[in-house]
């Protein structure tokens, strides 16, 4: 009798010890989650698209019979608010384009670093920067942060892990902002132009650059493009003068206006899809 209490005593042990065993393996911690790199936001954050205003191989600008000034007018102030008004943004968007080819690294501080050389060329001398680009997530807010650090020692004045731009972005990219400080001031980080976009998809999407260097004449005015399925505008704001000026398209027919202040006198102006000169809206 004791032989066959104690051959059950040992059994049930046996079982115990095996369950026991189970719930163990159970309550293992797993391998942590391996940290994935966020997804970087398009370059087209920091550019406006003035693609339609370059003259191409089936579109004439010279002299016509057929005036085409409403049109060349636009274009030329598009092109100037692309060298001038968003000259803060031209070498970083270049330097940013560089970073898509590259594999992020995760570093000891726990965020990821796209570490990589870039080239920009500024009246025809090439600059070389040594980039490194953090990126990580904020989880509390659900965004990625962003800080650009540039090093280059032929740029002048020279740069020492200057802290270029800086940025937040939703998850999705869709959403976000650029804080671009002035690379001629390497000691003390200056604000000089913000630029914050809002992508739905490409036929809706926003994108607005405001000067908020506060030693600018320009402090305060802002450029806004904009797409709306076939319709797109570029508006500019002059907070000097408060007032408002504005160039229209139509991307399926080509024909738009201008509503400047000094063109013109402010009159909105119209071309149609040849460009053309027109007196008012096409029918």
Request: proline share 4%.
């Amino acid at each position: 009798m004791r032989t066959l209490a104690s051959n059950k005593i040992t059994a049930l042990a046996v079982m115990l010890i095996f369950l026991i065993g189970l719930t163990t393996c159970d309550k293992e911690p797993t391998e942590p989650e391996k940290l994935i790199a966020p997804e970087l936001p398009s370059v087209q954050s920091m550019k406006i698209d003035a693609s339609f205003f370059n003259p191409g191989s089936n579109l004439s600008l010279n002299k016509t019979a057929i005036s085409k000034w409403n049109f060349i007018n636009a274009a030329s102030r598009v092109a100037i608010i692309n060298t001038v008004v968003l000259a803060a943004s031209v070498a970083p968007a270049t330097v940013f384009g560089v970073a898509i080819k590259q594999t992020p690294q995760l570093k000891a501080d726990g965020k990821f670093h796209w570490i990589y050389t870039a080239i920009d060329t500024v009246f025809g001398k090439e600059i070389v920067f040594e980039v490194d680009l953090v990126g990580w997530v904020d989880e509390a807010e659900q965004e990625s942060v962003w800080e650009v650090y540039v090093t280059s020692t032929n740029h002048s004045p020279q740069l020492n892990k200057f802290l270029w731009y800086q940025g937040r972005s939703g998850i999705d990219n869709k959403k976000g902002w650029w804080l671009f400080h002035d690379v001629k001031s390497p000691d003390v980080l200056v604000d000089v132009l913000k630029a914050e976009w809002d992508f739905v998809d490409e036929n809706d999407k926003e994108l607005i650059f405001t000067n908020v260097k506060a030693a600018s004449n320009e402090f305060g005015d802002y450029v806004k493009y904009g797409s709306e399925y076939s319709d797109r505008f570029v508006i500019y704001f002059d907070a000097s003068e408060n007032r408002t000026n504005t160039i229209y398209w139509n991307a399926e027919t080509d024909a738009g206006f201008i509503e400047w202040h000094n063109y013109n006198n402010g009159v909105k102006s119209f071309w149609d899809e040849n460009r053309n000169d027109i007196s008012g809206p096409p029918a």
